[in-house]
C-alpha cells in the first residue's frame, strides 16, 4: 500500500474510513489495525537493508520471519485434527433460552401409570435429565430406574416419524380421512367402537373418552392392564361396595405384613411407597416392623425384617389363618399338610402383633385372586387400618384394568363383532396370555388404529399406526390419587410427526379444539373451582405448571362401612382355596411370574439403559434367568445359565436358569417383560417371553393361577451376564448391622468405633468446602434408581451383555448385594459403592502422569485428558470403582445403543465430558453439579445452603439415603450423619480415609443375623 | 582381569596327571587363531537349514505378535481379557517375565566380572545380548499395555509449557521408567563396550569391502596398543561397576509396582529381593536353554563347556532355593500375621479357580530344580534343557499368579471376577517370544557370540600354566 500524498484525490468507502482518515492517516494505510506479530529474529537484523524501516510494524519483517510463521502455519495446519462443526446461533433465539444455563420443567413422568411428579432438565431445547419433584408431596421427591430412564426412550431410534396406514408412511391428512370415514359409517351403522387402553390416570383425557361414549353409542372403553389389579377393586367392592384401588399409606403403619406383593420395587407405586417406607424406617422406638411372606426373593423381601419364602398357593391360605386368629378367639390349628416353613406359633405371635397395631398395621396381597383380596382386605378392616394405613378416599387410579371386560372383548373381536379398535399404550400381541385369539380377532376387526410409538408386536397387525408423542413432547395432566393432580407440559417440541393420542381422538370426534385448549378448558371447569388459592385462573394454570402438581381437598368418606358378615364370607373363602398342589418332588414346580425393577411389563425393553441395569437381586442384566432355589439346583445338577424347559398349561419355553438363594424349593420364578420381538434392535430376543403362563382364572381376572410347570434339561447352556458373581461378604464386615434392640441399648452397635490410624501421608490442606457423602444402609432399599440416574448425569455408556459378561460394565455407582445366613432364606443387604474419594487415595499415588489427584474440595479428581490407561489405578483401589474406557464406546456401531447416533446422543449432558477410548473414570461426586453450586452462590453473593448442591444418586433416590454435604459445615445434614453413632467406613482399616461413609443397617428384629 | 599366570605344583613323585584346583574352561589347549576362527565362522559361513527353520518360525511368531498388538492398540484394550478388577494379566506378567531374564545376563557380565569368575567369559557375551533383547521385549509390554500408547511420552519428565506439568515421582511406574531405561542404556554400552575388540579383530580378518568398512566403524578405531588395552579394561571394570547395581535395583523396583501397592498378596516387603532372585534364576534358565541348543548347533562345545553348564545350574539351584524360601516366607507371614484378607489370597491361590496355575508354578519352580542337586544333572544337556524350559514355564506362572490371583479376588467379594485370556494376549506373548528369538538367531550369525579377546586370554593363561 503506497503512502498517500497529501494532495491526491482521496476516495472513501464509508463514514468510518472518512473520519478515521481525518484523525489518524496511517492507520488507513493498514490492512490490519493491529500490527501482525513479525517476530525480529536475530537473523533478521543481518538480512534488512541498512536504512531503518519506514514502517517498523510492517517493514521490520523480513524473509526469515515471513518462512517462520508460514513454516508455522504449515506445521499448525498439518497437526490440526479438529473437525468442522458447525455452531449456528438462532435468528430468532427463543424466550429465557440462555447457552449453557438449564431450565427445567415439571411434569409428570409416563414410565408407568404411577404418575409421580418429576422435573425434568433440558439444556438448549432438549431434556437431558429426569429428577423427581421435591415438593410434590406425594411422591417425595425421588424417582425409580425407570423414570430415571424414560428420557431416553425419547430419542429412541426405534421411534416412528410418521404415522402408517397399513404399514406403509402416510401422511396424517390422509390416515385421519380413512379413519374418520370409516368411524362415520361404523357410527352409522351402529357397530362397536372399543377403545382398548391401559391405565389412563389423566381426568382430561377420561373425559374426552367420555364424549366419546356419548357421540357413539356402541362405544365402549376397556382398560387392559397386563399385570392387573383388579382383584383389589373387586374385593373392595363386594366388601365395601366400592370398586375402588386404595391408596396406602405405609408411613402411618407401624408393621407392615407383605404377601406377594414387591411394594418398593414393581408393585403399583414404588417411588411413593419407598418413600413412605423410608420415612416410617428410621432407626429409634417408631421404628416400622414389616414382615414378608413371598415365593421369589424380591427387593421388597429383601428389606423385610423377617421374610419367609412360601409357594404362591400358599398365600391365600396365609392371609386366612391370619384373618382367623386376628377375627375370633378360637385359633383354629393351621392345617397339617401345609408344607410351609413356617410354624403355628410364628403365626400366633405375628397375629398378636397384629392385634397390637390395630389401626396402626397395614397388611398388602399382590395376588390376583379375588378370595385372597376379600380375606386381606377383611383382615385390614377387622384390624382397623381402613382410613389409617389405607385409605378409600382418597383412593389410587394408578391401575384400572377390567380382565373380564377384556376377555369379554377378545371374544366379541373373534365373533367379528367389532367394527373399530383403538389401541392406547396397550401390547396386547405381546403379553396378552391367548395372544393368538388376541390375533385372531383383530384380523376380523374393520378398523384397527394403534397409538403406539413403534411398530411394536400387536401395531404390526393394525390398519393404522398413529404414533403418540412420549410424554416429554406432550400436553396432559394426571390424577393418580384422589385430589392429587399434576400436569403433563412439554419440554421439547415433537421431534418427529407425532401426534397426542387426545388430539387424533378430539379430531376424529370433529372437535375443532386441540388437546391444549381442551386441557386448558377441563381445567377451568373441574379442577380450578376446588382450589381457593388462586382466584384468577390463568395465574392459578401458570402456577401449576410452574410447581407441577396440585393438592385438592378430598372429601373425607365415612368410615367403610363392611358389607356381609366376618366369619361366613372367610370360611367360604377358605373353602375355595384350591389344596396346596403337590410340588416340588422331581421336577415338578409351582410357577411364579414377577415384574422386574428395570423392565417391568416390557415396555421398555429397547432402553438399552434398562436392559444393562443390574437387577437388584439378581445382579443379573441383559435377560433373566428362570430362579430356582440353590438346594434344588444341586438336586437336578444345574448350574447358573443352563438351559431348561418350563412346560406347563400348553404352554412351553426355554430359557436359562438361575440359582436364587431364597427361593422356595417348591416354586421356580420367571420374570415378565421379556422376550420381546417388537421393540427394537436393543430390546428384541432378549429373554423369553413368559406372558403365555398367564390367564383368566376361575373369576374371570388376568393373571398368574396357579400353575404347575415341569422342568427338563435341554444340556444347552446360555449364561447370563451378571455384574456380580460373588454373593457372601465371606465374613468381612463390609455391611454392618445390628437389631433394632441392639440399637436403642447402643446407638453405636454393629460398628468398631473409629479410630485414628496413623498415617505417613501429609495431610491434606482444606479449601473452601470437604465435599462428602454419606449413605445410610438402614433407609436403601437397593432400587438402583442411583445407578441410572448417574449413567444420566454423566454420560455413561452401555457396553452391552457381551462385555458385562465379561465384567466391564461402566455403571460409576454400583449396588452390591450380599447374601448372609443359609441359601435357603437368607438376609439380604444392600450396599451402594461409588469411588470413595479417599483423603489417602491409593490410586493417586500410582498413577505415574498424574492423571488423578487430590482437590482441595475433598474430591478425587479424574482428569480424562491426561490419562494415559495404565490401569494401576484401577489395581489399587480396594473398592474396585474405577471404570477404563475397554473401546470406543461413542460413534461406534460395535456399541449401537444411545451413543451412535445423531438423535441418541441428544440425552448427552454437555455439562460432562464424554470420554474416549484408554481413558479410566469414575464418580466425581458429580462436580459439574458442585461447580454449577459455587458459580450460582458466587453470583448470587450467598453462601452455598445445605441441599443446594445435589448428586445425580441423592437426587433420585426415593428413600433419601444418599447425602451430600459439605463436612466443613457443621449444620449440614452430611456432616451431622458423620459425628452419628452408627456411621463408619467402608475398610476403615486400610487408612484410605474416605470421604464417603456409611450408616450402619439396623433391622427390626429381636435375633441377631443368623 | 582376563588370565593371570598361575603356578602349578612340580609333582614330587611321576604318577597321574595333576589334578587341576580348578575345572579347565576350554577344552583342550587352543590356539589363538583357532578360537578366532571358531568364533568367527558362523558370521562368514552360509547358515545351515537348522537356523533357517529356527528363524522361519520365530519370524513367523513375530509376524503374529505385530499383528495382535497392531489390531489391540487400533481397537482398544479390550480386545484383551481385563476387566473392571483385573486391570493387568498377560501384559504385566510378560514385562516381568521378560525384565527378569534380563538380570541373568548382566549377573553374568556385571558381577561374575567383579568376582574374578573366569568361567563366565564364554557365556557372557551372549548372555548380555540375551539381556538386551529380553528388556527390548519388556519395554514393549508398558507401551502397548497403555489405553492410549501414542502418549507414553508423558511418562517421561521432559520440560513443557503446561505449567510445568511432571510426571508422578511417587508412582511405581515412573520408577519403572527410570529403571528400565537406564538399564537398557547401560547393557547396550557395556555390549557393545565388550566387542570393541572383537570387531577389531573381525576388520583385520575380513578382506576390503563393505564387511571392513562396517567392522571398522564398529570397532571404533581400535589399535590394540598397551594403553588402549590398560584402558580399555579399567573401562570394562567401571561399566561392570555401573551395571552391578542394576542386577539388584531394576528388579527391586519392578517389584515396587506390586509391593508398595495396598493389595494383599501385593503388598509384601519380601517382594524386592524375592523378585531379584526370582529373575536371575528365570534369566540362568533362558541361558541355560539358549547355550545348550547353541553350543551344539554352533560346535561351541569346547568353549561352553559341561563345566560350564555346571555352574550355570549352580547358580540355578542357589536363586531357585532363594525363591523357594521366598514361597515359604510368604505363606507363613500370611498365616502369622493373621490378616484375614492376606490369609485369604493365599488358600485362593492354592485351593482357587487358579490353583491349577499355582501348582504350575511350584512343580517347576521348587521342586523340579531339586534335580540339579545332582551333579549327574547339572552336567547332562539333555537334562538340563527341559528343566531351563520347566524353570521358565515357572518363573511366567509365577508371575501370572501374583498379579492375576491378587486382582481377580481382592478386598469387597463384589467385585470378584474371573479373567480368561483372548486370543490377541496369548498372540502378543508368541509375538514376544519371536521378537526375541529372531534378535537372538540374528546376533549369533552377525556378531561375535563368546567374548573373543577374553578366551584369548584365558586359553593363554591355560597354556602358560593351570589358569
Known amino acids: 500500500m503506497s503512502p498517500m500524498t497529501k494532495d491526491a484525490t482521496v476516495y472513501w468507502k464509508s463514514l468510518e474510513e472518512l473520519r478515521a482518515e481525518r484523525h489518524d492517516s496511517s492507520s488507513r494505510r493498514d490492512e490490519f489495525v493491529e500490527p501482525l506479530p513479525w517476530k525480529r529474529t536475530t537473523g533478521a537484523r543481518a538480512f534488512q537493508a541498512s536504512t531503518p524501516p519506514a514502517d517498523p510494524a510492517v517493514d521490520g519483517a523480513s524473509r526469515r520471519d515471513f518462512l517462520a510463521l508460514m513454516g508455522f502455519s504449515l506445521g499448525a495446519a498439518a497437526c490440526s485434527r479438529g473437525t468442522t462443526q458447525h455452531a449456528l446461533p438462532f435468528v430468532t433465539a427463543p424466550e429465557d433460552l440462555t447457552p449453557g444455563v438449564p431450565n427445567w420443567y415439571a411434569t409428570t413422568c409416563g414410565g408407568c401409570s404411577a404418575s409421580c411428579s418429576v422435573l425434568v432438565k433440558t439444556r438448549d431445547g432438549r431434556p437431558i435429565k429426569i429428577e423427581g419433584n421435591r415438593e410434590a408431596p406425594l411422591f417425595g421427591g425421588g424417582t425409580c430406574a425407570v423414570g430415571q430412564a424414560t428420557v431416553l426412550s425419547l430419542y429412541d431410534g426405534q421411534r416412528l416419524r410418521q404415522p402408517l396406514w397399513r404399514g406403509a408412511p402416510a401422511s396424517w391428512q390422509e390416515v385421519d380421512e380413512k379413519i374418520e370415514s370409516q368411524l362415520r359409517t361404523t357410527g352409522a351403522a351402529q357397530g362397536r367402537i372399543t377403545l382398548l387402553s391401559a391405565t ?543 440399637f436403642l441399648t447402643d446407638p453405636g452397635a454393629g460398628r468398631e468405633a473409629p479410630e485414628a490410624l496413623p498415617s505417613l501421608w501429609a495431610e491434606h490442606e482444606p479449601g473452601s468446602h470437604t465435599w462428602g457423602l454419606t449413605i445410610d444402609l438402614s433407609s436403601c432399599t437397593g432400587c438402583s434408581a442411583c445407578v441410572v440416574a448417574c449413567q444420566a448425569e454423566n454420560n455413561v455408556p452401555v457396553v452391552g451383555k457381551e462385555e458385562v459378561a465379561r465384567g466391564r460394565e461402566m455403571h460409576w455407582i454400583r449396588v452390591d448385594r450380599y447374601y448372609q445366613g443359609p441359601a435357603s432364606s437368607p438376609d439380604v443387604v444392600f450396599q451402594p459403592v461409588m469411588c470413595q474419594h479417599c483423603a489417602n487415595a491409593p490410586c493417586e499415588t500410582v498413577c505415574p502422569v498424574l492423571a488423578t489427584v487430590h482437590s482441595s474440595d475433598g474430591i478425587n479428581e479424574q482428569i480424562y485428558n491426561r490419562c494415559v490407561g495404565t490401569r494401576y489405578c484401577e489395581n489399587n483401589c480396594p473398592y474396585k470403582v474405577r471404570r477404563f474406557n475397554w473401546f470406543t464406546y461413542a460413534n461406534n456401531p460395535r456399541f449401537d445403543f444411545n451413543m451412535n447416533s445423531p438423535l441418541g446422543t441428544m440425552v448427552l449432558n454437555p455439562d460432562v465430558v464424554v470420554r474416549s477410548r484408554g481413558v479410566m473414570e469414575k464418580c466425581s461426586l458429580c462436580i459439574q453439579r458442585i461447580q454449577a453450586g459455587k458459580v450460582a452462590a458466587r453470583q448470587s453473593g450467598d453462601s452455598i445452603a445445605d441441599g443446594q448442591i445435589q448428586t445425580a444418586c441423592q437426587q433420585a433416590c426415593p428413600a433419601k439415603a444418599i447425602v451430600f454435604g459439605d463436612m466443613q459445615d457443621p449444620g449440614s445434614q452430611a456432616a451431622r450423619f458423620r459425628q452419628s453413632p452408627r456411621h463408619y467406613h467402608l475398610l476403615a482399616d486400610l487408612g484410605t480415609r474416605p470421604g464417603v461413609g456409611y450408616l450402619t443397617k439396623i433391622r427390626n428384629r429381636e435375633a441377631r443375623t443368623r | 582381569m582376563p588370565g593371570t599366570a598361575r603356578r602349578t605344583l612340580t609333582p614330587a613323585v611321576e604318577c597321574a596327571r595333576p589334578v587341576p584346583l580348578r575345572p579347565a574352561w576350554l577344552e583342550g589347549s587352543l590356539a589363538l587363531r583357532q578360537i578366532s576362527d571358531d568364533i568367527a565362522l558362523p558370521l562368514s559361513a ?290 502369622y500375621g493373621g490378616n484375614a484378607d492376606e490369609r485369604f489370597v493365599f488358600v485362593n491361590r492354592a485351593t482357587g479357580r487358579y490353583a491349577w496355575a499355582f501348582w504350575t508354578m511350584v512343580a517347576c519352580n521348587v521342586v523340579i530344580p531339586q534335580c540339579l542337586w545332582l551333579r549327574r544333572v547339572r552336567t547332562s544337556p539333555a537334562a538340563l534343557l527341559p528343566i531351563a524350559i520347566l524353570i521358565n514355564v515357572g518363573m511366567w506362572f509365577e508371575r501370572f499368579v501374583i498379579i492375576v490371583t491378587s486382582l481377580h479376588r481382592s478386598y469387597l467379594p463384589s467385585s470378584w471376577v474371573m479373567y480368561y485370556p483372548t486370543s490377541i494376549e496369548i498372540g502378543t506373548l508368541v509375538g514376544s517370544f519371536g521378537l526375541f528369538f529372531t534378535c537372538f538367531l540374528l546376533f549369533i550369525r552377525l556378531l561375535p557370540m563368546i567374548a573373543t579377546w577374553e578366551i584369548k586370554g584365558l586359553a593363554a593363561a591355560q597354556a602358560r600354566g593351570r589358569s
Open chain 1, 200 to 742: 389412563i390416570t389423566s381426568p382430561s383425557t377420561r373425559d374426552i373418552i367420555a364424549r366419546w361414549s356419548r357421540r357413539y353409542a356402541g362405544f365402549r372403553h376397556v382398560v387392559y392392564e397386563p399385570v392387573s389389579y383388579a382383584a383389589i377393586r373387586r374385593a373392595h367392592q363386594t366388601l365395601f361396595k366400592r370398586a375402588v384401588l386404595p391408596h396406602y399409606r405405609f408411613d402411618n403403619a407401624a408393621l407392615i405384613v407383605g404377601l406377594e406383593a414387591d411394594f418398593l420395587g414393581a408393585w403399583l407405586s414404588p417411588v411413593e411407597f419407598t418413600a413412605q417406607y423410608a420415612r416410617r424406617r428410621r432407626p429409634g422406638r417408631s421404628m416400622a416392623h414389616h414382615v414378608q411372606f413371598e415365593s421369589t426373593l424380591s427387593l421388597t423381601g429383601a428389606n423385610a425384617d423377617v421374610r419367609h419364602a412360601v409357594s404362591p398357593s400358599a398365600i391365600g391360605h396365609l392371609a386366612m389363618a391370619l384373618l382367623d386368629r386376628v377375627s375370633s378367639a378360637d385359633r383354629e390349628p393351621f392345617a397339617a399338610d401345609m408344607s410351609l416353613a413356617l410354624a403355628a406359633s410364628e403365626l400366633d405371635a405375628l397375629a398378636d402383633r397384629l392385634l397390637r397395631h390395630r389401626g396402626e398395621s397395614l397388611v398388602v396381597c399382590g395376588v390376583q385372586d379375588v378370595e385372597v383380596q376379600t380375606v386381606v382386605t377383611r383382615l385390614n378392616h377387622v384390624l382397623g387400618n381402613i382410613g389409617h394405613t389405607l385409605e378409600l378416599s382418597p383412593c389410587s387410579f394408578q391401575k384400572q384394568g377390567d380382565d373380564e371386560e377384556v376377555a369379554t372383548l377378545v371374544e366379541q373381536m373373534q365373533r367379528g363383532d367389532i367394527q373399530a379398535l383403538i389401541l392406547y399404550g396397550v401390547n396386547p400381541a405381546y403379553d396378552y396370555p391367548n395372544q393368538q385369539a388376541f390375533l385372531r380377532g383383530l384380523e376380523r376387526v374393520a378398523l384397527s388404529v394403534s397409538f403406539a410409538d413403534r411398530v411394536d408386536e400387536t401395531a404390526s397387525h393394525v390398519h393404522a399406526v398413529c404414533p403418540d408423542h412420549h410424554y416429554l413432547e406432550a400436553w396432559g395432566d394426571a390424577e393418580p390419587v384422589t385430589g392429587s393432580f399434576s400436569l403433563i407440559q412439554p419440554t421439547i417440541a415433537p421431534l418427529f410427526e407425532t401426534r397426542a393420542a387426545q388430539d387424533s381422538l378430539l379430531k376424529w370426534l370433529g372437535e375443532a379444539q386441540d388437546f391444549h385448549a381442551y386441557l386448558r378448558s377441563y381445567w377451568q371447569r373441574n379442577v380450578f373451582p376446588l382450589q381457593t388459592g388462586r382466584r384468577n385462573f390463568e395465574e392459578f394454570w401458570d402456577g401449576v405448571l410452574q410447581a407441577g402438581f396440585l393438592n385438592a381437598p378430598v372429601p373425607v368418606a365415612a368410615t367403610a362401612a363392611l358389607s356381609g358378615p366376618v366369619v361366613a364370607t372367610a370360611r367360604r373363602a377358605r373353602d375355595g382355596q384350591p389344596r396346596e398342589l403337590r410340588v416340588g418332588t422331581a421336577d415338578r414346580f409351582e410357577l411364579h411370574a414377577y415384574e422386574t425393577v428395570a423392565l417391568r411389563d416390557g415396555r421398555h425393553a429397547n432402553n438399552p439403559w434398562l436392559q444393562e441395569l443390574p437387577d437388584p437381586i439378581a445382579k443379573v442384566t441383559w435377560g433373566r434367568g428362570l430362579a430356582i432355589a440353590p438346594a434344588v439346583a444341586d438336586r437336578l445338577d444345574l448350574q447358573d445359565g443352563d438351559v431348561v424347559t418350563v412346560t406347563g398349561g400348553g404352554v412351553r419355553v426355554e430359557l436359562p436358569i438361575w440359582r436364587q438363594p431364597g427361593q422356595p424349593s417348591t416354586t421356580v420364578s420367571i420374570a415378565l417383560g421379556y422376550g420381546r420381538t417388537g421393540a427394537g434392535p436393543v430390546g428384541n430376543g432378549v429373554g423369553t417371553n413368559a406372558w403365555r403362563f398367564l390367564g383368566h382364572g376361575a373369576d374371570g381376572l388376568l393373571g398368574l393361577h396357579p400353575t404347575v410347570v415341569a422342568l427338563e434339561k435341554t444340556g444347552r447352556f446360555a449364561p447370563l451376564a451378571a455384574t456380580q458373581t460373588h454373593h457372601s461378604m465371606e465374613g468381612r464386615p463390609l455391611v454392618r448391622e445390628a437389631t433394632l434392640e441392639e
Open chain 2, 46 to 335: 552360509r547358515p545351515g537349514a537348522g537356523w533357517f527353520v529356527c528363524i522361519a518360525v520365530s519370524l513367523t511368531a513375530l509376524a503374529v505378535g505385530v499383528a495382535c498388538v497392531t489390531y489391540q492398540i487400533a481397537t482398544g484394550i479390550g480386545t484383551w481379557g481385563l476387566n473392571k478388577s483385573v486391570g493387568w494379566a498377560f501384559d504385566i506378567t510378560n514385562f516381568v517375565f521378560w525384565i527378569g531374564i534380563g538380570h541373568a545376563g548382566t549377573l553374568i557380565s556385571a558381577i561374575l566380572l567383579l568376582f574374578r569368575q573366569h568361567w563366565r567369559m564364554s557365556i557372557n557375551r551372549s548372555a548380555e545380548a540375551m539381556t538386551i533383547f529380553a528388556v527390548l521385549c519388556a519395554a514393549l509390554f508398558p507401551l502397548i499395555h497403555m489405553g492410549r500408547p501414542w502418549l507414553a511420552f508423558w511418562m517421561m519428565p521432559y520440560p513443557n509449557s503446561r505449567g510445568p506439568l511432571w510426571v508422578n515421582f511417587r508412582s511405581p511406574l515412573v520408577w519403572d521408567v527410570f529403571a528400565i531405561n537406564t538399564y537398557l542404556i547401560v547393557s547396550l554400552v557395556f555390549w557393545y563396550f565388550g566387542m570393541l575388540p572383537d570387531f577389531a579383530t573381525l576388520r583385520d580378518r575380513a578382506g576390503a569391502g563393505g564387511k571392513k568398512r562396517i567392522y571398522g566403524l564398529l570397532s571404533l578405531g581400535w589399535d590394540g596398543s598397551q594403553r588402549t588395552w590398560s584402558r580399555y579394561e579399567t573401562a570394562c571394570l567401571l561399566l561392570a561397576g555401573l551395571a552391578t547395581p542394576l542386577v539388584i535395583s531394576v528388579h527391586s523396583i519392578v517389584s515396587m509396582d506390586f509391593a508398595t501397592s495396598i493389595l494383599p498378596g501385593w503388598h509384601a516387603t519380601i517382594f524386592p529381593p524375592y523378585f531379584v532372585a526370582g529373575a536371575v534364576y528365570s534369566g540362568f534358565g533362558m541361558v541355560m536353554l539358549l547355550l545348550i541348543i547353541t553350543r551344539r548347533v554352533m560346535h561351541l562345545q569346547r568353549y561352553i563347556t559341561l563345566a560350564h553348564l555346571d555352574r550355570m545350574a549352580k547358580i540355578t539351584l542357589l536363586t531357585g532355593s532363594l525363591v523357594a524360601f521366598s514361597y515359604a516366607s510368604e505363606w507363613f507371614m500370611a498365616w
